[in-house]
């Protein structure tokens, strides 16, 4: 671990992969979930340059590794100055956590916030959830425009 304990340096000026880290599955014995809540993440669009805003939930059965933490955070934020559609976003985050950790089931709900009146909601599913494992609803709150 680089980044644990460490004093934090936030990077601006790409997303890169390799800020994520992982730590041992203490508990590789069990199926468990394990649910991050982003309710603030920002990125741009490639376009316009203006920014866009979501509620990112991620949820994972950890294999061998989980996440680690402040390496998800730190990752997270340095979408703040890239450009790219909430598509594109989404997508990306799941799939680098996937290359991190490669867990057993992975969901990423990217709730993206109105611009243009147009709320984007954008799912990535990988991996094939154990039965009998009770899973929570992703309770990112509706507002008008959210079916």
């Not at 920014?51 to 949820?59: E, K, M, R």
């Not at 959830?129 to 929570?136: I, T």
């Amino acid at each position: 671990m680089n980044l644990l304990g460490k004093k934090t340096t936030y990077q601006f000026d790409k997303v890169d992969k390799k800020i994520l880290e992982k730590v041992k599955n203490p508990h590789q014995d069990v199926n468990y979930v394990v649910s991050f809540s982003c309710p603030e993440f920002t990125s741009i669009c490639p376009i316009t340059s203006q920014p866009d805003f979501a509620h990112l939930v991620i949820d994972y059965i950890p294999d061998e590794s989980i996440l680690e933490s402040k390496s998800l955070k730190l990752y997270l934020f340095s979408y703040r100055n890239h450009g790219a559609f909430h598509e594109d976003c989404t997508v990306q985050i799941a799939k680098d956590i996937i290359d991190c950790i490669k867990p057993k089931w992975l969901r990423i709900g990217g709730y993206w916030y109105p611009r243009g009146g147009i709320p984007i909601d954008v799912f990535f599913e990988s991996g094939k959830k154990p039965d009998g494992l009770s899973v929570k609803d992703q309770q990112v709150p509706s507002y008008k425009g959210r079916g």
